[in-house]
C-alpha cells in the first residue's frame, strides 16, 4: 500500500514537471519565433532600425554609380522610391556591378533613354553607415541626378535628413541563425523538449508500474475473497448434515 502510494506521488510529481517543461517550451518557442521575425524579416526601407535588420526597397528610377569599389566590384547607386503615402525619397544602395543588366531598363528610362516605363525592382540587404568619404561624394554628385527643379540643396548638415546616414548593401545576403539569442533560444528549446521527452517516458513505465501493483493487489484481495466464500461453503454444508 505504501509503495502504490509512493509511485502515485512519484506519478502526481512527474506531471507537475511535465506541465512546467511544457509552459518553459511554449514561451521558448513564442519568444524564439519573435526574435527571429525581428531579425531576419524584410521590413520596408523607411522601417529600418540597426544595421541587424534585413529590409527591401522597391526602386523606380536609379542613377548611374557615382562610387565604386573595384576590390569587391560593388558600385554605389542613387535610386528614387516612392512610398505607400506617394512620398518620394532619395536612397543610396550598393550593388555588385556584375548584375549591373537586372537594373538597366529602370537606369536607362530615368535617364530618358528609353520611353518605356519599367516595373519598380525591389532589392534586399541590410543597412550600412555611411562613411565620410562616401558621404561628400554623395554630397557632390548628387546634383548630377536630382532635377533641377528640386529646391533641397544637400548639405554635411541635412544629409541624414534627406539621404538617412546608411545606404542599403544588396550584396550582403541574408545571414540566417547569427544571432547569439536566437542560437542560446532554439539549444533550450530543444533541450527542453528532450527533457519533456524522457520525463514522459519514465512517466509512462511509472504508470503502467502503477497500473501492474494495483491490479496485483486486486487480484490477491479477490483470491482472499473466494478462499472465504469456500470456507463459508464448507461450513454450511457441514452444518446441514
Not at 57 to 70: G, H, N, T
Not at 95 to 119: A, G, L
Amino acid at each position: 500500500m505504501k509503495n502504490t502510494k509512493t509511485k502515485e506521488t512519484k506519478l502526481a510529481a512527474k506531471m507537475i514537471m511535465c506541465l512546467i517543461y511544457l509552459i518553459i517550451i511554449t514561451f521558448l518557442a513564442i519568444y524564439s519565433y519573435q526574435l527571429f521575425q525581428q531579425e531576419y524579416k524584410a521590413i520596408p526601407w523607411s522601417d529600418v532600425k540597426n544595421t541587424n535588420n534585413y529590409t527591401y526597397v522597391d526602386i523606380q528610377k536609379m542613377s548611374e554609380k557615382f562610387a565604386y569599389y573595384s576590390k569587391k566590384n560593388i558600385g554605389i547607386h542613387y535610386i528614387i522610391n516612392q512610398e505607400e503615402n506617394g512620398l518620394w525619397h532619395t536612397y543610396l544602395i550598393a550593388i555588385n556591378e556584375d548584375d549591373y543588366e537586372k537594373y538597366k531598363e529602370i537606369i536607362d528610362y530615368t535617364y530618358q533613354k528609353s520611353k518605356t516605363k519599367p516595373k519598380p525592382v525591389r532589392v534586399y540587404g541590410y543597412p550600412v553607415i555611411t562613411d565620410d568619404e562616401l558621404k561628400n561624394l554623395a554630397i557632390k554628385n548628387i546634383k548630377k541626378f536630382l532635377s533641377s527643379e528640386n529646391e533641397v540643396v544637400i548639405t554635411e548638415e541635412n544629409y541624414d535628413q534627406y539621404l538617412t546616414n546608411s545606404y542599403l548593401d544588396t550584396t550582403i545576403k541574408k545571414n540566417i541563425f547569427e544571432n547569439i539569442l536566437l542560437y542560446v533560444s532554439l539549444g533550450t528549446l530543444i533541450f527542453m523538449i528532450l527533457l519533456l521527452l524522457v520525463t514522459i517516458t519514465d512517466k509512462s513505465k511509472t504508470i503502467n508500474n502503477v497500473e501492474k501493483s494495483i491490479i496485483k493487489k486486486y487480484r490477491k484481495k479477490r483470491r482472499k475473497e473466494m478462499k472465504e466464500q469456500k470456507k463459508q461453503i464448507k461450513r454450511i454444508y457441514k452444518n446441514k448434515r
